[in-house]
């Protein structure tokens, strides 16, 4: 089946320490973001890429970083410089730019 | 700075009643997406609106969107069990068409408890 596929579903952090969460798309979709989201809240844009070798900044990018190699993957970075990543993250991708985006199921970070 | 505003944040109703969901947006935007989130999952599409006075239903959900006052609602009609959840609306940043091609601004999200 065609989908988002977000992994793990849970993630432990240790002070200091970077992790890496997973996105994989098989939609065949263009643009792909990254969100985060705290509880009570909307969610926010981290960062984007709309072609493979190319991605911006969204409104919270610091203290996490992307890459965007291949078309189906979109790995986020979060550094031991995001002071407070507790959150939830949700990927989502669009096949046309102007159209809705899709969701992965998210992953839960917990620092520890 | 790309404002959407949502209200209320939280609303409690009895099954069988009426009630709308208002967003409004602080920019020039010609579409608008509503989504639906239940606990601890991800986001699920419920309606896209592509032009001023578009309107869309499914099932006891009605969306409209008026680009001129810069408002959606989103109308639930006879409410039951099965709607409660968390509602967000989102629009484009960046394009002059809010397609959202450099990404969504999310408002706060509309958390809607539903009891019998």
């Known amino acids: 089946d065609g989908g988002i596929t977000q992994s793990p579903k849970y993630l432990f952090r240790k002070e200091g320490q970077n992790v890496t969460l997973s996105c994989e798309q098989n939609?065949?979709?263009?643009?792909m973001y990254w969100y985060r989201q705290d509880p009570g809240q909307g969610l926010r844009l981290i960062y984007y890429s709309q072609i493979v070798n190319d991605f911006q900044k969204g409104d919270i990018a610091e203290g996490y970083s992307v890459s965007r190699e291949k078309k189906e993957s979109f790995p986020l970075t979060v550094t031991s410089a995001q002071k407070n990543p507790t959150a939830f993250y949700l990927c989502?991708?669009?096949?046309?730019?102007?159209?809705?985006?899709?969701f992965g199921q998210g992953t839960r970070l917990t620092v520890v | 700075e790309l404002k959407v505003e949502q209200n209320p944040l939280f609303l409690s109703m009895q099954e069988g009643k009426n009630y709308t969901i208002y967003c409004n947006y602080s920019t020039t935007s010609d579409r608008l997406y509503w989504y639906r989130q239940d606990p601890g999952k991800s986001l699920e599409s419920l309606f896209v609106?592509?032009?001023?006075?578009a309107v869309k239903q499914e099932g006891r959900l009605m969306a409209s969107l008026d680009t001129k006052a810069r408002l959606s609602t989103l109308h639930i009609t006879a409410a039951v069990h099965d709607l409660s959840a968390t509602y967000f609306c989102a629009v484009g940043r960046g394009s002059r068409t809010g397609g959202g091609a450099d990404g969504l601004t999310f408002g706060k999200g509309t958390h809607l408890i539903i009891q019998p």
């Open positions: 609106l592509l032009s001023n006075g």
């Open positions: 989502a991708s669009k096949g046309d730019l102007e159209g809705e985006a899709f």
């Open positions: 939609l065949n979709h263009d643009a």
